[in-house]
């Protein structure tokens, strides 16, 4: 009884889902809000897919609130504009590092990398495995 429901369920399926019509260039994981290139994404320009990432060969780019990185407490009104969400985009590394804070073995001994636009945290390759230093924030 069980296989006769299977087998009536699996004749009686549903049609597939038309194929997708749209002519941009972007792959299969890239939302349309990202645009079909790196370069059509306008840094800074406010966008309203926010939380949107979107991967390209190039780097990738976000769709997102900006963080305040400074010493002195920001106004209501710096506040209020951060708040916003923009494009912001980060060009793949070209310096041999890791495009994410690293763990486990490395291979160039000696090599420094740093990661993060505020607070940045090194990591450097002691004894073929990376060391993860402390996030350094300004004052």
């Known amino acids: ?6 087998l009536i369920l699996a ?6 889902p038309p194929a997708p019509t749209s002519n941009t260039a972007q792959s299969s994981s890239t939302p349309a809000a990202c645009g079909a290139s790196y370069d059509e994404v306008a840094v800074g320009a406010p966008c309203t897919a926010d939380g949107t990432n979107c991967a ?3 780097g ?27 494009w912001q985009c ?3 590394r070209t310096d041999g590092c890791p495009e ?3 763990s486990g073995a490395c291979s160039t ?12 945290q090194p990591a450097t390759c002691t004894n073929g495995m990376w060391d993860v230093g402390q996030a350094s924030c300004p004052p």
Request: hydrophobic share 30%; proline share 10%; aromatic share 6%.
């Open 1 to 6: 009884m069980k296989y006769s429901l299977l």
């Open 56 to 58: 390209f060969p190039e």
């Open 60 to 86: 990738t780019c976000r769709c997102a609130s900006q963080s305040y990185c400074g010493g002195v407490a920001p106004t209501e009104e710096m506040l209020a504009e951060l708040a916003q969400p923009v």
């Open 109 to 120: 001994e000696g090599q420094v990398c740093t990661y993060g636009d505020c607070c940045i």
């Open 90 to 92: 980060d060009p793949k």
């Open 11 to 16: 004749a009686c399926g549903a049609s597939p």
């Open 100 to 102: 994410e804070v690293p």
